[in-house]
T-cell receptor
Framework: GENVEQHPSTLSVQEGDSAVIKCTYS??????FPWYKQELGKGPQLIID?????GEKKDQRIAVTLNKTAKHFSLHITETQPEDSAVYFC???????????FGPGTSLSVIP | GAGVSQSPRYKVAKRGQDVALRCDPI?????LFWYQQALGQGPEFLTY????????KSGLPSDRFFAERPEGSVSTLKIQRTQQEDSAVYLC?????????????FGPGTRLTVL
C-alpha cells in the first residue's frame, strides 16, 4: 500500500520568512496530493491540492510542486504569519474520491 | 452552512467498555470516511461509505471495530471491549461525488481515552 513520508517533523521560522515542507510517496498509482492544515482541537482542513497532470500550483502565499518521476512533492508558504502556525499534513490518494493516506505531519511555528 | 459534526467531542471509557461515536456529515454528501489519529501522528484510514454501502473497511484494526450508515446520512463507529491502544481522536469526513468539488471536509473529531 501507499506510504507517505514527510519532513521536517518540526519547523520554526521568523514571521515573514518562507517555510518549506517536503514529502515523498511510494505508490505510483497515486494521482491526487492534498495538503491539510490542522489547528489544535480541530479536524484537518484542505489548504491546497495538486493532481498528477500538473507540476506546480499556486494560491496566494501557498504553492505546491510535484515531481511524479521522483515521487516527491512539497509545500511552500511565503511571507509567513503567526496564524500559519499549525500542523501541516501532506497526503496522497489514487483519486480525489478515494481514501487519503496521510504523512506524519509537520508542526510549524511562526515566531512574531 | 453547517459543517461535519461529531459527538461526543470527548469520551472517557474504562477498558472493556463499548463506545459509540456519531458523525453527522454535510447534508447531501454521498461519501463518508472514518479516520483514526493517534497523538502526534497523521490520520489513518479506517473505513469508507458511499451512501449506505460500506465499500472499504480495510483499515479497521480488529473485529472489535464496526461502522454503519443505515440511511446513507448519519454514521456511527462502534468499538467493542475497548482497549488502551484504542485511545485516539476519531475523525469523520464527508465529500460529494461532484467532479472538481469532492474534497473531504473533516469534523472536529471525538477524542477517546481508554483508562
Amino acid at each position: 500500500g501507499e506510504n507517505v513520508e514527510q519532513h521536517p517533523s518540526t519547523l520554526s521560522v521568523q514571521e515573514g520568512d518562507s517555510a518549506v515542507i517536503k514529502c515523498t510517496y511510494s505508490d505510483s498509482a497515486s494521482n491526487y496530493f492534498p495538503w491539510y492544515k490542522q489547528e489544535l482541537g480541530k479536524g484537518p482542513q484542505l489548504i491546497i491540492d495538486i493532481r498528477s497532470n500538473v507540476g506546480e500550483k499556486k494560491d496566494q502565499r501557498i504553492a505546491v510542486t510535484l515531481n511524479k518521476t521522483a515521487k516527491h512533492f512539497s509545500l511552500h508558504i511565503t511571507e509567513t504569519q503567526p496564524e500559519d502556525s499549525a500542523v501541516y499534513f501532506c497526503a496522497a490518494s489514487e483519486t480525489s474520491y478515494d481514501k487519503v493516506i496521510f504523512g506524519p505531519g509537520t508542526s510549524l511555528s511562526v515566531i512574531p | 452552512g453547517a459543517g461535519v459534526s461529531q459527538s461526543p467531542r470527548y469520551k472517557v471509557a474504562k477498558r472493556g467498555q463499548d463506545v459509540a461515536l456519531r458523525c453527522d456529515p454535510i447534508s447531501g454528501h454521498v461519501s463518508l470516511f472514518w479516520y483514526q489519529q493517534a497523538l502526534g501522528q497523521g490520520p489513518e484510514f479506517l473505513t469508507y461509505f458511499q451512501n449506505e454501502a460500506q465499500l472499504d473497511k480495510s483499515g479497521l484494526p480488529s473485529d472489535r471495530f464496526f461502522a454503519e450508515r443505515p440511511e446513507g446520512s448519519v454514521s456511527t463507529l462502534k468499538i467493542q471491549r475497548t482497549q488502551q491502544e484504542d485511545s485516539a481522536v476519531y475523525l469523520c469526513a464527508s465529500s460529494t461525488q461532484d467532479r472538481g468539488r469532492n474534497e473531504q471536509f473533516f469534523g472536529p473529531g471525538t477524542r477517546l481515552t481508554v483508562l
